[in-house]
Nanobody
Framework: QVQLVESGGGSVQAGGSLKLSCVASGDFGSVGCWGWFRQTPGNERERVATIDTGTFSSSYSPSVRGRSTISQDKRKMSQYLEVLSLKPEDTAIYSC??????????????????WGQGTQVTVSS
């Protein structure tokens, strides 16, 4: 079992940037795929980015592609999400997630079995 704790959320002006961190504890060696998801009230969780722990292959949603970078540091048992050129529509609760299976096939939130508590990101115009 993996426990996840996010940090780095906050309030930012549009055009600014944020770097979110997620530290894992527990059975870190079992993680095959890391993910970041975000959610706004009344909406389903949206996958933002994923990174495969073995191949380092990453994927991004169209809404953040080109201005976001997901990364991992196995030595620190951590993953990160940096988002540049933030927009008000990026406002959401961001959660990190992990699963045993690699980042292949379906990458919906239901396929991830470990979640952090979430961190609020608010972008003002």
């Amino acid at each position: 079992q993996v426990q996840l704790v996010e940090s780095g959320g906050g309030s930012v002006q549009a055009g600014g940037s944020l770097k979110l961190s997620c530290v894992a504890s527990g059975d870190f060696g079992s993680v095959g795929c890391w993910g970041w998801f975000r959610q706004t009230p009344g909406n389903e969780r949206e996958r933002v980015a994923t990174i495969d722990t073995g191949t380092f292959s990453s994927s991004y949603s169209p809404s953040v592609r080109g201005r976001s970078t997901i990364s991992q540091d196995k030595r620190k048992m951590s993953q990160y999400l940096e988002v540049l050129s933030l927009k008000p529509e990026d406002t959401a609760i961001y959660s990190c997630a992990a699963r045993k299976a690699p980042c292949l096939g379906l990458l919906s939130s239901t396929t991830f079995d470990a979640w952090g508590q979430g961190t609020q990101v608010t972008v003002s115009s």
